[in-house]
């Protein structure tokens, strides 16, 4: 089958659009709990919330659309939805509009990640398939650092005084003066609208599902759901989705409360670096797993992990800031081989159970809002110790996990005789 590249550029593009948008909240919270006056940090756990209990929601029913509609309709679905919750908040800026703006992107977001994957296989070829997933990964990593430093220089622009031009002088028409930040959203609405348009005019290759990607019938999810093992591996993806939103929606807040930094200048980068440091996290991550076992690498990862959040609550402002993004660096590998090591634990009925797996984004909403509540009884230092029991249930798995298929080790000299052959 012909290999077109050209589409597997676009779907990073996609990758990119996807990130730009999803990942901003963490920055924003400081503002968002100033300007909507949130008297308690609970409330802003709801935003992050509403978007994660969407993206659950919609995780199954979207892997079900793909067989049913043509992958374009449901890509122009996927992005006319937060298309429409960005123009519903820059156009009615309030906080339960931010609450309906979030869940309707997070029910786009689900259908276009649901939709990516497969069509990144066809578009790219299966023998290539490994490779720019994880490309898929860094781009994705790429943007989520990216954004919240064009928050940062968005605001800093809008509210400085000077006379603009272009697209910031539109931008400070439409933004109430009060509200700077959410100029962002009338930024994402246009970005959404040009991709629609793009993905509109390119044709883009039959998908055919293959049986990992296919949602089974209702009789594999009634096998599956009496295999105790499925709800296990479901929490641990429930505990990682609420370990990297947990930390990352409240970095902002706690360099701002405890050190008394400015979002803008650091908390922003600050979780730029969280998500930039993620993504390097990754590409050592694929090294290690290449020489030793998924549990060992968990185990390791979920103590660095622990040590890395520990220093960030307890050490001074410069710990904090860099230790932080070594929070995410530790955790990137968790993700994959969670997944991995849950797909490689069943015989049969992959498609469902991924799509029980995806459903366990969802923890994305627990995470953020447990932070929050905890915040407001005992302080968002010690509440961020939540985390703490997280990455310890997401190590606890390298203990119990059976799987049937181990990942394939070399030694170190077989490695780069393979990288130099």
């Not at 993206?55 to 793909?66: D, F, H, R, T, V």
């Not at 994402?188 to 629609?196: G, S, T, Y």
């Not at 706690?254 to 390097?280: C, E």
Request: proline share 4%; aromatic share 14%.
């Amino acid at each position: 089958m012909k290999r077109n590249y050209a589409i597997v550029a676009l779907i990073m593009g996609f990758w990119f659009v996807i990130s730009f948008i999803t990942n901003i909240i963490g920055p924003l919270i400081p503002d968002i709990i100033d300007n909507f006056n949130l008297t308690h940090l609970a409330l802003a756990g709801f935003i992050p919330m509403s978007f994660f209990v969407a993206y659950g929601i919609m995780s199954i029913p979207a892997g079900l659309m793909i067989e049913r509609f043509s992958q374009k309709t449901v890509l122009a679905a996927g992005f006319a939805l937060p298309l429409l919750g960005s123009l519903l908040f820059a156009l009615f800026p309030s906080f339960p509009v931010l609450l309906a703006s979030s869940f309707t992107i997070g029910l786009g977001m689900a259908m276009l990640q649901t939709t990516i994957n497969p069509l990144t296989r066809v578009a790219g070829g299966e023998e290539n398939f490994a490779f720019f997933s994880v490309m898929g990964q860094l781009v994705f990593g790429a943007a989520s650092f990216v954004s919240p430093f064009v928050y940062a220089g968005l605001v800093e622009r809008l509210t400085s005084g000077r006379e603009l031009t272009g697209l910031a002088a539109l931008l400070q028409r439409l933004t109430p003066p009060e509200l700077p930040w959410t100029s962002l959203y009338w930024l994402f609405a246009a970005i959404l609208a040009a991709v629609i348009v793009v993905v509109l005019c390119v044709r883009f290759p039959r998908i055919e599902l293959q049986e990992d990607e296919r949602s089974g019938g209702l009789h594999s999810y009634r096998e599956l759901l009496r295999n105790k093992y499925v709800y296990l591996f479901f929490f641990g993806m429930l505990a990682y989705t609420a370990s990297e939103q947990g930390v990352a929606n409240w970095i902002s807040e706690f360099l701002r409360q405890y050190h008394g930094l400015d979002p803008q200048t650091v908390g922003a980068p600050v979780v730029g670096r969280f998500w930039g440091f993620m993504s390097v996290g990754c590409l050592v991550g694929l090294f290690a797993l290449k020489l030793w076992d998924s549990k060992q690498v968990l185990k390791v990862s979920g103590a660095l992990a622990v040590a890395s959040l520990l220093t960030a609550l307890f050490g001074n402002a410069a710990m904090a800031v860099h230790a932080f993004p070594a929070v995410g660096f530790s955790i990137s590998v968790m993700f994959s081989i969670v997944m991995s090591t849950a797909l490689n634990s069943v015989e049969r009925y992959h498609g469902s159970f991924a799509g029980i797996l995806c459903s366990g984004i969802a923890g994305g909403a627990l995470g953020p809002l447990v932070v929050g509540w905890l915040g407001d009884l005992v302080g968002l230092r010690y509440a961020l110790l939540f985390i703490c029991l997280t990455i310890s249930y997401i190590v606890s798995i390298a203990f119990w996990a059976r799987p049937l298929v181990r990942n394939r080790t070399v030694r170190l000299a077989e490695l780069f005789k393979t990288s130099k052959a």
